[in-house]
């Protein structure tokens, strides 16, 4: 029993005779820990799966489009791989052997403007994502622009981010230095109390528990799920809350860390992300060590897709068990529509040149 439960450890704080210290944190006598050492075992979910692999080079397409309508015929050759990618796609791109560089095709111009319409009509929102994002950050509320860059498809920010909006909202967003580190930072310029509304909250100011759906055919032990129910029942507290006094680990602090990525993986427009896109958030966010394995132990919660050679982590109640989004944010609609598009325009070239060619490239399709 004491393998599969876990040794049972209690941390109590030193009291502090600051009364408004007992007030900010009424989970002070809840520090115990009863993790489960076990997470459960990884089941396939095949519905999930799909909603990450129907997703397979859209990234690099639409870096390429953008690229090709902000490039002229003086830029340098395109990469190997990115070639290829036009050649396959006639749909988008017209390619000619008296030219390095593929043009783009009157549908990906269509495609292309109603993307940047869309950008630019949802730029209200991506403003608040983006601050929110960097409330999460609630000790230093600024992260480094690297680790923004590595979220930025998920977020939905334009490429050209740090040029069409950061410099234009100087009542947001600061650029900025920190001493001894060689990294540009992004920080927050105001703390606004109306965006410090985590999304389990929205609609239930009360709500404690986090939704829970499981792959069919998961098995679970009886043990996790009494820890489970016992450990939802916990004070739920707002990821945008400063808490430098948890015990990382304990169960209260487990919920802390739960509550971050299911705040931030709604931040991202398709509610997913890439595990290793997290991994720079540790430090910013107040996190323990070997953080991403929270993602193992609720199930219920995120999936781990292992789609496209990556763990992508998925937020299972924002698909509500199917394969589309229940609400979708514009950008995620016009993505869908180059979706459709390269799905019936793959490989109308194929011939054995092009497979010969990604073979010899190590591409992998």
Known sequence: MAAEMGLVTFSFFKLRSSAAVIRRLPYLFLQVSTLVNLPPKWTKDRILDHAVSREKHLRQILELITTLVSSDSSSPPLQPYTGYLARIHPSLFYSSSSSSRPTLSPLALRLYDEEQ???????????VRLRKLLMLSTATRSLPLHVIDQLRFDLGLPTDYKITILPHYPQFFRIHRVPDDERVWLGLVNWEVSLAVPE?????PENLEFPNRFTRGFGMKRRWLEWLSEWQKLPYISPYEY???????????EKRNVGIFHELLHLMIGKKTERKNVSNL????RLPQKFTKVFERHPGIFYISRKLDTHTVVLREAYGGGKELLRKHPLMEIRDKYIAVLKTGTMENDNSDCSDEAEEIGFRY
């Open 282 to 285: 540790r430090k910013a966010f």
């Open 200 to 204: 389990l909250r929205r609609d239930n």
């Open 117 to 127: 319409h869309i950008l630019r009509e949802s730029l209200p929102d991506t403003i």
């Open 243 to 253: 808490t430098p006094d948890i015990d990382p680990r304990t169960d209260i602090s």
